[in-house]
C-alpha cells in the first residue's frame, strides 16, 4: 500500500518546483515535507486531485512544538520551532500519505479550508492549544479554551500551572 502514496509523492515531486519538498518514509508511512508554507496549497490540491490515487480526505492536522527538543533529548534542535503534519487519506486506495511543514512562530500559515473543508475545525484546534496563525481561515477562533484566555497551553514554554487561576462559567 505504501507504494501507492510513494508514485502519489512522486507525482507530487515532479510537478512541484524543484527543492520545494523531501520525501522518505517511516513507520508511518511516506511523508512529504515542504521546504515553504507557501508551497503547501499548491501540494495538497494536486494530491487531492490527482487521478491515479487521489487523496480525498484530511483525518487531521497535528502540531509539535520542538521548542526545548535538544535539551530534553540531546538530540540536534530543528531549525524551525514548530512542525505541522497533515494527515490524508484516501478512500479509494486505502493508504495514507502524510504532508509536514516547519514555520516559526511570526510564519502565517496558509489555511487549507478551500481544499479540505475538514481544516477548519482541525486549524481552530492548533491555533487554540498552539497559536500557530492560519491565513485566510474563514473564522480563525478558540475552539477549546474561552476567547479570554491568555496563551496557548501547548505551547513548550506555557507554564504548566498556567498563567492564573481560570474560573470556567459553567452553563
Known sequence: MTD?????????????????LRMSEDKR??????????????????????????????????AVDWLRWKEQTGMPQPEKRYSLTYNLYSMSKKVRLFVQ????PADVVPSAV???????????????MFGIQFGGHPELRRIYLPEDFSGHPLQKDFPLQGHEPQDFPQE
Open 29 to 62: 508511512g511516506v511523508v512529504v515535507e515542504l521546504n515553504s508554507a507557501g508551497d503547501l496549497i499548491q501540494a495538497l490540491e494536486f494530491v487531492k486531485k490527482d487521478s491515479e490515487s487521489p487523496f480525498d480526505m484530511l483525518m487531521t492536522i497535528s
Open 114 to 128: 478551500s481544499v479540505y473543508a475538514s481544516a477548519n475545525w482541525a486549524e481552530r484546534e492548533v491555533f487554540d
Open 101 to 104: 511543514i516547519a514555520i516559526m
Open 4 to 20: 501507492t502514496a510513494r508514485e502519489a509523492a512522486k507525482r507530487l515531486a515532479a510537478k512541484m518546483r524543484t527543492g520545494a
